[in-house]
């Protein structure tokens, strides 16, 4: 994927009042990269999402997606890029689950056999065997955002797109969630959007957007260590890292308390011995 | 106001084939004053308990009590004004023209005169820091916002105790901490506070008491130390986890609970190492 | 939770697993029949025959009388109105000017039946189809219209959504009903005109939020490649067989007795 200066501004906003949604954002992301979206509410991140599967087209600047403009062709750019929208009640379409893993199997005029097939196999690959005639009113939150994960990968695409996928989920449906999502990496192409820190720090790189301007695309790494590029977009780290850094430890690889525990050991001199 | 229940029992459909029993036995004080956690995932009865707060569900079995005092035999209006609580995802309640004439609804209900009202408002408005967004409409604006409005809206009662259920639910880091910052303000002010949470980061930074609540019953209640070091299992806060890590080695780690806690004593054994 | 939808009542039965296209056919057949039958005869013919099909649908008679209910008063309204000011035939009974006359019985009671027994096919032909059946059904039944420009694709996607959030919305309503009780929001009491400007802070923000989450359904299928029905196939299948054709087949059959009868 790549954007060149994309700059867009909502229909409904006063140019001469509101800042644009976007400014002038380019960065590429080349094929089998994890990328995460990082920055403030209203910081344009959504916006971005949209621009690049052709839900909104761009005011200036490019938008290219495995090769093609989103805008002029919306479909064939959707085949290759899919979705995972914030809100798990809202991406639910079909009565069942099995017939909403269909849909965009079906969207693509699959003959029926084979969609049988590809949903069932992309309702095994969510943990969700079982699942097929159960309503979605009676799914958990993290039961719904797989199945609506299920429903993209039925597709194929080479590209995955997660636009907040676990900020309205609780903490069981949120793990879940991230466990199947971890599971892509390498797989695919996929662009993290997200609030949690957390869930990116093993992505390739990490892109801050701030009031719609593209203001950092570094490595996770240098990220965590920038306590000013922090605090200007807003971004809390979580507690395991904030500790080690206050403490003078070296936050690479150190993503749960037990990291935390054996670091400090590690500096102590207590290196071996109970974990 | 102190609010307690004991052996609370709540069933839905009794008698029926779809019968449900939310809360098996729940006995809990809550202490005015305090900051009272309820943790609990789907499932846990916590929804059906904090409704069992001001009554808008009442026990099939046990009693609920207002200062020692039977709830059933107080005015219900009076006991959700003194009681006020917060549902989940708040802000898909708003409905008025206006965010001020959202949160007057409340108020106006309690035949207070316009003035008063108005004051009201604008207190609840700033408590939450929302008091620009007043004359702007709900039906614009981020979530988080939206979010601050709705809380003012139960705050503009003046209660003296404030449930809320899961008021962090879908909020961007920045904004959870302003909200748990709002929470120690009023508990520090004189209210009672008591939060539905699953964040077992955000309870050990703000619970002066914490209640594990699972499938209905009480599975552990006191102080955060006491809950969340005698919880075998993984899901502790991160700054427990590492503490009952490190204690193994170096017991004077000892139990804290909160980030700075956490901070000063793990930073005692990196000096005192030295 | 009630789990049934509506009117449907799960069962296992022969009518059941019928294909939903010969029971709307069916029943659109049955339906215009009626109003050629036109004998005490007939009639006892075709209730007789339609009480057969009732009970092979195990469906208790409880559940099914219950769909009487609403249409009861249009029934006795109805019917009293042919009584009462039908000119035909001798006079039986009469009070200063009202007049109850032979012919007026005879349409009353024609006309009770007709309606009662259009009712009992409708309900039974929803009690023992699935709501997505049904849509399906129609879809497939209507999509020769598809070339006289009616929508037939798009009523039954928005039928389909509508049966997937009839619960959602309905959980919705529940939880706004009670979040504004306890600010203290009064839903009882007080003269219609108080009733209806009390339900405002349930209705608008019901509204409000299923126009959004309307917004957001619309992105995510769109999203998903959606772009009409053109050129989509579909997952859930009908399938036809000779078993199936005896449900119009039946009805053309009951008819004919009542008529000729």
Known sequence: MSCKNLTYSYPAADPTTVPPALDRVSFDVRAGEYVGVLGPNGGGKSTLVRLLNGLLRTDSGRVRVAGLDPAAQPFEVRERLGVLFQNPENGLVAPFVEDDVAFGLENLGVPRDRMRERVAQAIRAVGLAGYERREPHTLSGGEKQRVALAGLLAVEPEILVLDEPTSMLDAAGRREVLEHIHALKGDRTVLHVTHHLEEVLDADRVLVLNAGRLVADVAPERLISDADLLRENRLILPTTLRLALELGLSPAKLRTPEDLAAAVRGRTGKGTGVR | ?274 | ?261
């Open chain 3, 1 to 261: 939770m009630n789990r049934t939808l509506g009117q449907f009542y799960p069962a296992t039965s022969p009518i059941h697993t019928l294909d939903p296209r010969a029971k709307i056919s069916a029943t659109a057949l049955f339906v215009v029949g009626l109003f050629l039958v036109d004998s005490i005869a007939g009639f006892v013919f075709v209730a007789g025959a339609l009480a057969a099909v009732v009970a092979a649908s195990r469906i208790p008679a409880g559940p099914f009388l219950r769909f009487f209910k609403p249409v009861a008063p249009l029934v006795a309204l109805t019917a009293s109105f042919q009584l009462f000011f039908s000119r035909e035939g001798e006079v039986l009974l009469s009070w200063g000017f009202v007049e109850v006359r032979e012919g007026g019985v005879r349409l009353a009671v024609f006309l009770a039946l007709r309606i009662l027994l259009l009712v009992a096919a409708a309900g039974l032909l929803t009690a023992t189809t699935a709501p997505l059946a049904l849509a399906d059904g129609m879809e497939d039944l209507l999509s020769p219209l598809k070339k006289m420009r009616f929508p037939a694709h798009e009523v039954a996607m928005m039928t389909s959504i509508a049966l997937r959030f009839i619960p959602t919305l309905g959980e919705e309503a529940k939880r706004i009903t009670t979040a504004q009780a306890a600010r203290g929001a009064d839903f009882s009491g007080g003269g219609l005109l108080r009733r209806a400007r009390a339900l405002l802070p349930i209705l608008v923000p019901l509204t409000v939020g299923a126009f959004r989450r309307a917004d957001e359904l619309a992105e995510a299928m769109e999203s998903r490649g959606y772009k009409g029905g053109e050129g989509r196939t579909r997952f859930r299948e009908l399938r036809f067989g000779p078993r199936d054709l005896l449900a119009p087949l039946a009805a053309v059959l009951i008819l004919a007795g009542g008529v000729v009868l």
């Open chain 2, 1 to 274: 106001m102190r609010l307690e229940l004991r052996d609370v029992r709540h069933v839905y459909a009794l008698g029926t084939p779809f019968e449900v029993a939310a809360l098996r036995g729940v006995s809990l004080g809550v202490e005015p004053g305090e900051i009272l956690a309820i943790v609990g995932g789907t499932g846990s009865g916590k929804s059906t308990l904090i409704q069992h707060l001001n009554l808008l569900l009442e026990p099939t079995s046990g009693e609920v009590l207002v200062d020692g005092a039977d709830a059933r035999t107080l005015n219900r209006g009076e006991l959700r004004r003194r009681v006020g609580l917060v549902f989940q995802f708040p802000e898909a309640a708003l409905f008025a023209p206006t965010f001020a004439e959202d949160v007057a609804f409340a108020p106006r209900r309690m035949d207070l005169d316009e003035d008063e009202v108005e004051s009201r408002v604008r207190d609840a408005l700033r408590t939450l820091g929302a008091e620009r967004l007043a004359q702007r409409s709900p039906f614009s604006l981020s979530g988080g916002e939206r979010r601050r409005v709705a809380i003012s809206g139960v705050l503009a009662m003046r209660p003296e105790v404030l449930v809320l259920d899961e008021p962090t639910a879908g909020l961007d880091p920045a904004t959870r901490e302003e909200l748990l910052g709002v929470i120690r303000a009023l508990r520090d002010g004189g209210g009672t506070v008591v939060f539905v949470s699953h964040e077992l980061d955000e309870v050990a930074e703000v619970a002066d008491r914490v209640c594990v609540l699972e499938r209905g019953s009480i599975r552990a209640s006191g102080k955060p130390a006491e809950v969340f070091y005698a919880e075998e299992s993984a899901h502790a806060p991160a700054t427990v986890r590492a503490a009952l890590l490190l204690a193994r080695c170096y017991p004077e780690v000892g139990r804290p609970v909160s980030f700075d806690e956490t901070l000063a004593t793990i930073r005692g054994v990196l000096e005192g190492s030295r």
